[in-house]
């Protein structure tokens, strides 16, 4: 049985939080805390395996608590938030400060149908506790020092060490995460130059109203522009297009340029929207450009199947995260298995094979 700390100033959303962890035979709640301070003090004395902790509370708050807990009691968490704008701007800094995943309430801060949310936040609790904590902490402290801000950004490309495998035509760069995520994204983007010669496509899963937080965030950090994809919008060399949540997102041909198109229409795939593998089956059919896919981090096995139509057209090239610095080693682990996986990297080591392939 995993140990579950549950901390919310709500005494009617702990009940209900704690009833939901209970209610599998995996999971016991050990406590509950009122309060970031209260989140703290019953951290230390517990050793709780697993923390949820709500964003917005009194005296400290869930994002302040979070940075105390990362930095004296390092245990996974998995952070409650709203879909309000602040909300989740909130949730985004706190996947930075090392918050495993987080489950948005579908009603804001007093959720009386927390029940439709169930089944996902016993699912992101377990998975959460399982987390290797030092990844948490340890696994993304090593930051490029190059291009840490787009004003410097003039083009300089030192990634040139091993020119093996480089790929010969235009380039479109695909990449896939989900758990843990947002940190891997914000190691990769930060890490690679603004003057980047193709268009990058991003599916991180996420609902809606979290995806421009993120973009966002990492535009303000990356010397490429990241922005969320926009139906249509024509795809630009050294930008980021991060799908929105709740579209699955295509990349097509239009004449000579390559475009967005997002669907809300379809279903979840993989339990997904967006999902990977729409994604990556999209770009399997665009002819003149070759691809550079990345799958890091997360639940699932989302992303493998999209690989495997990749690489029966045209050249690809695939990079995956290594189970040393992932969160969750599931997507990645899936990729590999597919045996058409190029290189497996450490996240700090996937900028630079990126570059390599790019030549």
Not at 108 to 116: M, P, R, V, Y
Not at 134 to 142: F, G, V
Not at 298 to 306: F, N, R, V
Not at 313 to 339: D, L, Q
Request: glycine content about 8%.
């Amino acid at each position: 049985m995993k140990k579950v700390l549950v901390v919310d100033d709500s005494a009617f959303m702990r009940k209900l939080i704690s009833e939901f962890i209970t209610s599998t035979n995996q999971l016991e709640v050990i406590g509950i805390a009122r309060n970031g301070e209260d989140a703290i003090a019953k951290i230390k004395k517990l050793r709780p395996d697993v923390v949820t902790l709500d964003v917005e509370m009194p005296k400290m708050n869930g994002i302040d608590a979070l940075r105390k807990i990362m930095e004296e009691c390092p245990v996974p968490v998995v952070m409650l938030s709203s879909t309000t704008k602040e909300g989740a701007e909130e949730t985004v800094t706190a996947m930075e400060l090392g918050a495993v995943d987080f489950i948005s309430k579908p009603s804001g801060t007093i959720s009386l149908d927390l029940h439709k949310i169930q089944d996902e936040m016993v699912e992101k609790v377990m998975a959460a506790s399982n987390v290797n904590v030092t990844k948490l902490t340890s696994a993304y402290r090593k930051k490029s020092a190059f291009l840490p801000s787009k004003i410097q950004d003039v083009g300089k490309e030192p990634f040139h060490s091993d020119r093996a495998g480089v790929l010969k035509s235009a380039k479109l760069i695909l990449m896939g995460t989900s758990t843990g995520g947002p940190r891997a994204l914000q190691s990769v983007l930060t890490s690679l130059p603004g003057k980047l010669d193709a268009p990058i496509v991003v599916v991180q899963h996420m609902p809606p109203g979290f995806t421009r937080s993120l973009a966002d965030r990492l535009n303000g950090q990356s010397a490429l522009d990241v922005k969320e994809a926009e139906d249509g919008e024509i795809l630009l060399n050294g930008t980021a297009y991060i799908a929105p949540g709740g579209f699955h997102t295509r990349v097509i041909e239009m004449g000579t340029h390559l475009s967005i198109q997002l669907s809300k229409d379809e279903a979840p795939r993989n339990g997904h929207r967006p999902s990977v593998d729409t994604l990556f089956e999209s770009a399997s059919l665009i002819r003149n450009y070759s691809k550079i896919a990345v799958i890091m981090t997360g639940m699932g096995s989302d992303g493998s199947q999209g690989l495997i139509k990749m690489k029966e057209h045209g050249e690809v090239r695939a990079i995956a995260e290594s189970k040393e610095t992932c969160i969750v080693f599931g997507m990645p682990k899936s990729a590999i298995a597919t045996n058409l996986v190029d290189k497996v990297e450490h996240i700090g080591d996937i900028p630079r094979s990126i570059m390599t392939y790019m030549g």
